[in-house]
């Protein structure tokens, strides 16, 4: 998106191209077969709660936060009666809340962080032992962005750096090779899988082949599990 859309209007932006609702749809649920029924997850960047009533839905307690205003109130009115139910809470990224097994993080909002390593500490604090984490980040070389000359800028400090910021709607967006966004999250995390999103499930990315088909997702999803806290 080249100009910043928030709240309702997000959720008709995010439904208009058949892409971005299978990579939704894709996400949710890998994400709902990382983590058993009755599951907590803390769902980042939760923006108007989609995913959220999906997981409630589904039997997992949610507990989601975002920093737009605008979003938090779209996701007041779309999970109003997950959140009467006390099966949906929307919380600062600072509260105090029982141990996770999964935090989510779908359409990118990792992007925005452009130096994400505490904010990795802090998913490694709330989540239970065994936990982990599913991002979705913009893929760094779909084939889509060729086309713009900000990507060719970029090329040399994705090659040499794994990494490349350019300037967004609504704050820099960081794109990431995601063996570099691997180093930001340790020591809390290793990188387990990436997948790429397909109608209706994930494909994991195992082989030279498979990493052929990625140029064509504008997302990859990266599966990343909680490391022991060291002494």
């Known amino acids: 998106m080249n100009e910043l859309v928030t709240g309702d209007a997000y959720v008709a932006a995010l439904s208009a191209e058949a892409s971005d609702r299978i990579a939704r749809t894709a996400f949710v649920e890998l994400a709902l077969e990382l983590a058993p029924q009755r599951a907590r997850r803390f769902d980042f960047g939760c923006g108007p709660g989609q995913d959220a009533r999906s997981y409630a ?11 737009d205003a605008e979003m938090c109130a779209s996701f007041r009115r779309n999970c109003a009666p997950g959140v009467a139910r006390g099966e949906i809470h929307l919380v600062a990224l600072d509260t105090a809340l029982p141990p996770v097994d999964l935090v989510t993080a ?26 982990g984490l599913l991002l979705s980040v913009l893929n760094p070389l779909h084939f889509g ?41 340790g020591p809390y995390f290793s990188l387990d899988s990436v997948y790429v999103p397909r109608s209706p499930r994930a494909r994991r990315l195992r082989s030279p082949r498979h990493w052929l088909t990625a140029w064509s997702a504008r997302f990859l999803f990266l599966q990343m599990r909680k490391l022991p806290a060291r002494p």
């Open 145 to 185: 962005d060729l086309r713009y000359a900000w990507w060719w800028y970029g090329l040399a400090s994705l090659v040499f750096e794994g990494r490349y910021s350019t300037a967004g709607a609504q704050a820099p967006i960081t794109r990431w090779r995601p063996s570099r966004l691997a180093r930001e999250a």
């Open 57 to 67: 839905e589904r039997g997992r307690e949610v507990f989601a936060h975002d920093v």
């Open 106 to 131: 779908n359409f990118a909002p990792l992007n925005l962080v452009p130096d994400p390593a505490a904010l990795f500490g802090k998913f490694h604090a709330m989540l239970a032992p065994g936990g």
